[in-house]
């Protein structure tokens, strides 16, 4: 049987999501696109320029990627909603990641800001996916006021350092009955791979690939990872043990 | 508290480590270390701010000012044409030059008060928000309701240099004046971060004084902001003096060494610090530049009051640029060099 997300009604088979920010050209950012085989494409709304004559990001993304636009930039849930707003009135479709961010340090998200933005766009008919900081209760508020899903981070924006958060994740993955999508800091494919294994649903990437020597390259080994970490996923890993298993028992024969 | 008070303790010696680390890599035994230095800020800068370079045009609407200040073209004593743009030239402006596909601009008057007051800012913003997705000022230093105002009118972003950190030399540079009033305009850029504006950005002047004490007290202000208001987004610029119609010279030499490690240092201890680089530095210094650490470039600059469509008199501008190509020749050079221009990076709300 294939194995298909279901978010909002929308069938995904590639469950390696991308952000577009960073790339050295929209050209190159397409072209990563493409080797990513991405499905799900996010792009902050204050980078589109509609009425641009020449270079306008929304050209170069695959007319088969579903565009997901996100709210960076937004401080609190007043300016999130309204930067949905726009992106849905500009005709940008009705997809978004809610960004709240109010910590220019880090970049690490507002998680009450972000509950109270959903609350608003999932009535206004939004497909909602919050990017928020790994926490159960938030989690759980996110998926009551109607996300379609859950996007915790795995160490803050562009640090590449990893799925650090991964105890809190897992205990959203097996608690929370919406998918949870690892969005933020994974820097390499074994940490694609990992949170895949563990039963994420998909993962965000951008900086890793973006501002990678060779953007298309790394965009195929994610692609690879997610797959061969789902794949794990869904086969069933054998639990660890701490000491050695021997395929012939040395009691064997009492049997 | 303000930054004043801890200006006032770091004029003495520091015992904060990140702080001695950041006085280090200012010092001119790290001038052995400079290659090191750019690996290592190369390194955040990339991770920081990927392999983009955000572009800006100033537009001078005034030069009308009250100050004396030595070192500059507008300064009140200068037998300069004097020039303010009415709103019909400031649409006339605005159209050229988002025309060019520009997103970003900054907007500058000399600082006279009264020729130039708030409510004449307002006006052009409300004429230049139809063309313009961010807004920046670069004016005399308001009052925290004053930027509120302003803000609301849809500016996002304030520019305010407080030329030198040395409370000693910056009075003998400024003669007369308001802006001899030090704190009030050291105290502008949080007084402008708590009025909600999104991006504020300082700098010193660099020739005016001692240029490693100087940089050393703007990264100190540049940390202060960025730890006290964490949601405005805070960058710098380094200019260094150029000639001006009254043909002052700099108290100290800033070579093109001591500006990469400006920007190194600067980006090691700040990593998520926005740096400028304008068009007072040359095509050829900017490009190289480019992979240290800096994240935005003006572009088709003019320093004169309606420079872009209205002809005003060669002795009437703020400074002397030295890189005059224009928009598409820069971009073009970015995209050589592997950067992407981004002309548009955010929205009026």
């Given at each position: 049987?294939?194995?298909?997300?279901e978010?909002?009604?929308?069938?995904i088979?590639?469950?390696?999501?991308?952000?577009?920010?960073?790339?050295?050209?929209?050209?190159?950012?397409?072209?990563?696109?493409?080797?990513?085989?991405?499905?799900?494409?996010?792009?902050?709304?204050?980078?589109?320029?509609?009425?641009?004559?020449?270079e306008?990001?929304?050209?170069?993304?695959?007319?088969?990627c579903?565009?997901?636009?996100?709210?960076?930039?937004?401080?609190?849930?007043?300016?999130?909603?309204?930067?949905?707003?726009?992106?849905?009135?500009?005709?940008?479709?009705?997809?978004?990641?809610?960004?709240?961010?109010?910590?220019?340090k880090?970049?690490?998200?507002?998680?009450?800001?972000?509950?109270?933005?959903?609350?608003i766009?999932?009535?206004?008919?939004?497909?909602?996916?919050?990017?928020?900081?790994?926490?159960?209760?938030?989690?759980?508020?996110?998926?009551?006021?109607?996300?379609?899903?859950?996007?915790?981070?795995?160490?803050?924006?562009?640090?590449?350092?990893?799925?650090?958060?991964?105890?809190?994740?897992?205990?959203?993955?097996?608690?929370?009955?919406?998918?949870?999508i690892?969005?933020?800091?994974?820097?390499?494919?074994?940490?694609a791979?990992?949170?895949?294994?563990?039963?994420?649903?998909?993962?965000?990437?951008?900086?890793?690939?973006?501002?990678?020597?060779?953007?298309?390259?790394i965009?195929?080994?994610?692609?690879?990872?997610?797959?061969?970490?789902?794949?794990?996923y869904?086969?069933?890993?054998?639990?660890?043990?701490?000491?050695?298993?021997?395929?012939?028992?040395?009691?064997?024969?009492?049997? | 508290?303000?930054?004043?008070?801890?200006?006032?303790?770091?004029?003495?010696?520091?015992?904060?480590?990140?702080?001695?680390k950041?006085?280090?890599?200012?010092?001119?035994?790290?001038?052995?270390?400079?290659?090191?230095?750019?690996?290592?800020?190369?390194?955040?800068?990339?991770q920081?701010?990927?392999?983009?370079?955000?572009?800006?045009?100033?537009?001078y609407?005034?030069?009308?000012?009250?100050?004396?200040?030595?070192?500059?073209?507008?300064?009140?004593?200068?037998?300069?044409?004097?020039?303010?743009?009415?709103?019909d030239?400031v649409?006339?402006?605005?159209?050229?030059?988002?025309?060019?596909?520009?997103?970003?601009?900054?907007?500058?008057?000399?600082?006279?008060?009264?020729?130039n007051?708030?409510?004449?800012?307002?006006?052009?913003?409300?004429?230049?928000?139809?063309?313009?997705?961010?807004?920046?000022?670069e004016?005399?230093?308001?009052?925290?309701?004053?930027?509120?105002?302003?803000?609301?009118e849809?500016?996002?972003?304030?520019?305010?240099?407080?030329?030198?950190?040395?409370?000693?030399?910056?009075?003998?540079?400024?003669?007369?004046?308001?802006?001899?009033?030090?704190?009030?305009?050291?105290?502008a850029?949080?007084?402008?971060?708590?009025?909600?504006?999104?991006?504020?950005?300082?700098?010193?002047?660099?020739?005016?004084?001692?240029?490693?004490?100087?940089?050393?007290?703007?990264?100190?202000?540049a940390?202060?902001?960025?730890?006290?208001?964490?949601?405005?987004?805070?960058?710098?610029?380094?200019?260094?003096?150029?000639?001006?119609?009254?043909?002052?010279?700099?108290?100290?030499?800033?070579?093109?060494?001591?500006?990469?490690?400006?920007?190194?240092?600067?980006?090691?201890?700040?990593?998520?610090?926005?740096?400028s680089?304008?068009?007072?530095?040359?095509?050829?210094?900017?490009?190289?530049?480019?992979?240290?650490?800096?994240?935005?470039?003006?572009?088709?600059?003019?320093?004169?009051?309606?420079?872009?469509?209205?002809?005003?008199?060669?002795?009437?501008?703020?400074?002397?640029?030295?890189d005059?190509?224009?928009?598409?020749?820069?971009?073009?050079?970015?995209?050589?060099?592997?950067?992407?221009?981004?002309?548009?990076?955010?929205?009026?709300?």
């Amino acid at each position: 049987m294939e194995d298909i997300l279901e978010i909002a009604g929308k069938k995904i088979k590639n469950r390696l999501f991308i952000g577009t920010g960073k790339f050295a050209s929209y050209k190159i950012m397409q072209e990563a696109l493409m080797a990513a085989e991405a499905e799900v494409v996010t792009v902050a709304l204050r980078r589109v320029d509609i009425g641009a004559k020449s270079e306008n990001i929304l050209d170069y993304i695959p007319k088969a990627c579903t565009i997901m636009i996100n709210t960076s930039g937004a401080r609190n849930a007043e300016e999130a909603v309204r930067i949905a707003r726009m992106a849905k009135a500009g005709g940008a479709g009705n997809w978004i990641k809610i960004e709240v961010i109010a910590d220019n340090k880090y970049l690490l998200p507002d998680n009450l800001e972000t509950l109270k933005a959903a609350e608003i766009l999932v009535k206004d008919g939004f497909v909602v996916l919050p990017y928020m900081s790994p926490d159960l209760s938030f989690g759980r508020r996110m998926a009551e006021a109607g996300a379609a899903a859950v996007m915790p981070l795995g160490s803050p924006i562009g640090s590449n350092r990893g799925f650090k958060t991964r105890e809190l994740v897992r205990i959203m993955v097996g608690e929370l009955k919406v998918p949870v999508i690892v969005d933020a800091g994974i820097g390499k494919p074994s940490d694609a791979c990992e949170c895949m294994e563990m039963g994420c649903a998909a993962v965000l990437i951008n900086t890793a690939v973006a501002i990678s020597k060779d953007p298309v390259n790394i965009a195929k080994a994610f692609r690879l990872a997610v797959c061969a970490g789902r794949a794990a996923y869904l086969s069933g890993i054998p639990e660890t043990n701490d000491f050695a298993n021997p395929s012939s028992p040395l009691t064997g024969f009492l049997r | 508290m303000s930054f004043y008070d801890i200006y006032a303790k770091h004029k003495e010696l520091s015992s904060d480590p990140e702080i001695e680390k950041f006085s280090s890599l200012l010092s001119v035994e790290a001038e052995s270390n400079l290659e090191e230095m750019a690996i290592k800020a190369h390194n955040l800068t990339l991770q920081n701010f990927g392999n983009t370079i955000q572009l800006y045009t100033p537009m001078y609407l005034s030069n009308y000012c009250d100050n004396q200040c030595i070192y500059c073209g507008f300064n009140i004593k200068n037998d300069v044409e004097r020039k303010k743009l009415t709103l019909d030239e400031v649409e006339k402006e605005a159209q050229f030059i988002s025309s060019i596909g520009l997103k970003h601009i900054l907007i500058l008057t000399g600082e006279s008060r009264e020729v130039n007051p708030v409510e004449y800012l307002k006006n052009c913003v409300r004429v230049l928000r139809k063309y313009f997705d961010s807004i920046s000022i670069e004016v005399y230093p308001c009052t925290r309701e004053e930027y509120a105002e302003l803000v609301a009118e849809g500016v996002d972003g304030l520019t305010i240099y407080q030329e030198t950190y040395n409370e000693d030399a910056y009075s003998k540079m400024h003669l007369s004046g308001p802006k001899r009033d030090f704190r009030f305009r050291l105290e502008a850029p949080e007084r402008g971060a708590k009025a909600k504006m999104r991006n504020v950005n300082i700098g010193v002047l660099l020739g005016l004084n001692d240029w490693r004490k100087d940089v050393f007290f703007m990264g100190l202000h540049a940390k202060y902001l960025q730890d006290n208001f964490a949601d405005v987004d805070i960058g710098v610029s380094i200019p260094r003096l150029r000639p001006q119609v009254r043909d002052f010279k700099a108290i100290s030499e800033v070579s093109d060494k001591n500006i990469v490690q400006i920007i190194l240092a600067l980006r090691i201890f700040l990593p998520r610090l926005g740096i400028s680089v304008s068009t007072r530095e040359n095509p050829v210094f900017r490009e190289n530049l480019l992979p240290l650490g800096v994240t935005r470039m003006s572009a088709g600059s003019s320093t004169r009051v309606g420079g872009h469509t209205i002809g005003v008199d060669e002795g009437a501008e703020q400074f002397e640029i030295s890189d005059s190509r224009n928009v598409e020749e820069v971009k073009e050079m970015l995209r050589k060099k592997g950067y992407q221009p981004v002309l548009k990076d955010w929205l009026q709300l």
